[in-house]
């Protein structure tokens, strides 16, 4: 795995002029040209990258999925995100594409209010298949701002930064409306995504899988879908205003209630069915969510 440790060497790596500021840059899609492809199969990257392309012929490969810019889409990448590129060498062809990629290192957002809020934005931790599409619209909107990022660094002064990250502020907030858009105007994808995550917590539950797998997890549904754990969350919050973990929180205490109600298994035991490593734990979450105890619960229906 090979890591880009600056924009200068993402750069040069691309056969471009060094960056006119260290710490971001707009590159355009159709100037790339690869110098070393073997680098570009596995590779992270010390900063951020946000990217919007079209007419791809390179597949691009995030995490575990290969993902094809056809039709133009926007992915995003974070520090330390495992990346790839295919044909990367044949970027600089006729056949290219266009679009721009922002890069910018964290260092970049210090002492502003972004450092902190660029986290709550979980697409950066999407899968590339779970690329945003934007209309026509929504992409005039999103090149105006990779193109004034792009005029503003040509000339440093004390403003520049401040300017800059108030325009990736806007485009984050733009991004985050169209994920959102893209959530509703798929919904019957995303029903569908519902009907699946149902389907896989009630076989946990009912086939016992606490007893070896323990307490079912966010990831472990993500990786049994095929999608990232952030974009599973976003989806079903779009869809019926609960996150990953709260649909799974509502699965298990159902099956508690199930099990306090038709068996003479004890407390303890039902935690441990669950897969709970701690009867505390169970307890401490069933009363949460239901304001009363387990016992309190199993001996009402006595």
């Not at 790839?84 to 679009?99: F, I, P, Q, R």
């Not at 945003?132 to 909107?141: A, C, G």
């Amino acid at each position: 795995m090979y890591t880009i440790q600056s924009l200068s060497e993402f750069h040069r790596l691309l056969s471009l002029e060094a960056p006119q500021h260290p710490l971001v840059s707009i590159v355009k899609v159709s100037e790339l040209h690869a110098i070393d492809s073997e680098i570009w199969q596995k590779f992270t990257t010390t900063f951020y990258t946000i990217s919007l392309k079209s007419n791809i012929q390179s597949k691009i490969k995030y995490g575990q999925n290969y993902y094809d810019f056809d039709s133009g889409s926007m992915i995003f990448s974070s520090p330390k995100q495992v990346q790839s590129v295919e044909a990367a060498s044949n970027m600089l062809d006729e056949k290219a594409g266009t679009g721009y990629v922002l890069c910018f290192h964290p260092d970049f957002l210090a002492r502003h209010p972004l450092a902190i809020n660029i986290k709550k934005y979980n697409f950066f931790s999407y899968e590339v298949s779970e690329a945003l599409h934007l209309s026509d619209k929504e992409k005039k909107n999103v090149t105006e701002i990779f193109q004034k990022i792009e005029e503003e660094y040509q000339h440093i002064d004390p403003h520049t930064q401040n300017v800059i990250l108030s325009q990736i502020d806007l485009l984050l907030t733009y991004c985050q409306r169209f994920y959102e858009r893209q959530f509703l105007t798929r919904q019957a994808l995303n029903n569908d995504l519902l009907t699946k995550t149902e389907i896989i917590i009630n076989q946990y539950f009912d086939t016992k899988k606490g007893l070896v797998l323990g307490l079912l997890t966010v990831e472990h549904l993500a990786e049994e879908l095929h999608i990232s754990a952030h974009y599973l969350s976003d989806a079903l919050r779009s869809l019926t205003g609960m996150s990953a973990q709260q649909h799974i929180h509502e699965k298990l205490i159902a099956k508690a209630k199930e099990y306090l109600i038709s068996t003479d298994m004890t407390v303890s035991e039902i935690a441990y069915y669950l897969g709970f490593e701690q009867s505390q734990s169970f307890h401490k979450l069933f009363k949460k969510k239901t304001s009363i105890s387990p016992l309190e619960f199993k001996q009402s229906f006595n």
